[in-house]
């Protein structure tokens, strides 16, 4: 009984021997060698989408930023240019499907093809489900889920007659755990992931590979930028404490880094974080036990308050918390990533 046993254990040891093996042979195999290829990133001129342009342009990529604020595009592209990156700036919404068509166009007739495309174009809103109205969600839906879908559509025809092309989709581990004061947020992100995952089987058989990303709390800078509602002040600082956080986020930079690699490598799926990775495993095991454990964490976060539906940005909803020195890690990355 002893010898059988132990047997099984040796076959079953052998067989993920060579799984991991036969991993990291398609790893190599599936590498994607950066130099000299065109990558858009949307979002790319604040937050996570302007480190991700700087991890790109160290690989010796060509840049193409895209993003609707015209000056910080700018401030962007300057600051990649004097680095030494090969960068171009387009203004683009990407709500907007008539303009993501003319931007690739454009791209496509000047640099030949898309090669990388990263969906990160996002918008942060904060607070309790009382405060939010339906256009809270249609805005996240547009800008979450129907905006990579009209980039998607644009670059596939592209990448299909060449039976190449990498599409990094953004998305968040609130696209996996949806997260109390911040439904719009969570539903569009999950939307996102369905999607995403759907779309990297549909087209792996065209050599177009698909990644799907979802980070937990970043340390972007991105608070100073996200809306806010109910007690402002209140949400906001709590936001922002979290995110400054060494124990609850991530660096920026360590998590572009993974990301970039992800996309080498084509990597299907991929969450950020340790205690994230539990998280995330731990509500797929048990929702609704999970679910109940947020219901609780519900409690004790900030209650609607007499604001109604008024939102507020971040930098509008300042107090002597949100300004301490417990969010100085989240204040020096809004500055150095071009959020302020």
């Known amino acids: 009984m002893k010898s059988s046993l132990k047997q099984q254990l040796v076959w079953a040891s052998a067989g993920l021997g060579l799984a991991l093996a036969g991993r990291s042979l398609y790893r190599r195999m599936n590498r994607l060698n950066l130099s000299g290829r065109t990558v858009l990133i949307t979002g790319g001129s604040r937050g996570l989408g302007l480190v991700l342009a700087r991890q790109f342009a160290a690989q ?43 931007m690739v166009s454009q791209i496509e007739r000047h640099f030949n093809s898309i090669d990388v495309v990263v969906n990160n174009a996002g918008i942060i809103q904060v607070g309790p489900m009382e405060s939010m109205e339906r256009q809270d969600y249609q805005e996240t839906m547009q800008t979450h889920f129907y905006g990579p879908l009209h980039v998607i559509e644009a670059v596939l025809p592209g990448m299909r007659k060449r039976g190449a092309g990498r599409i990094v989709n953004i998305s968040s581990i609130g696209g996996r755990i949806s997260v109390p004061h911040m439904l719009p947020y969570s539903a569009s992100k999950f939307a996102l992931v369905g999607y995403s995952l759907g779309l990297r089987s549909e087209l792996a058989k065209e050599g177009i590979g698909v990644v799907t990303v979802c980070p937990g709390m970043m340390r972007t800078g991105s ?23 060494p124990l609850i986020s991530m660096s920026s930079e360590k998590a572009a880094r993974q990301i970039l690699k992800a996309c080498q490598h084509n990597d299907g799926f991929l969450v950020l974080g340790l205690h994230v990775k539990l998280a995330e495993k731990l509500y797929a095991l048990c929702p609704g ?47 150095r990533n071009n959020e302020l």
């Open 289 to 335: 036990l999970m679910g109940d454990a947020l219901g609780i964490v519900n409690r004790i976060l900030p209650a609607p308050g007499p604001a109604g539906y008024v939102r507020k940005k971040g930098a509008e909803s300042q107090s002597r918390w949100s300004e301490s020195w417990l969010t100085e890690l989240t204040q020096k990355a809004a500055e």
């Open 60 to 102: 010796g990529a060509k840049l193409i930023l895209c993003g609707r604020n015209k000056d910080k595009l700018l401030r962007a592209g300057k600051e990649l240019f004097e680095n030494g990156a090969n960068v171009s700036c387009i203004t683009c919404d990407v709500t907007q499907p008539d303009q993501v068509k003319e």
């Open 223 to 245: 608070p100073q930028n996200a809306y806010f509602k109910g007690q402002h002040e209140a949400e906001y600082a709590l936001f922002k404490i979290s995110d400054s956080l």
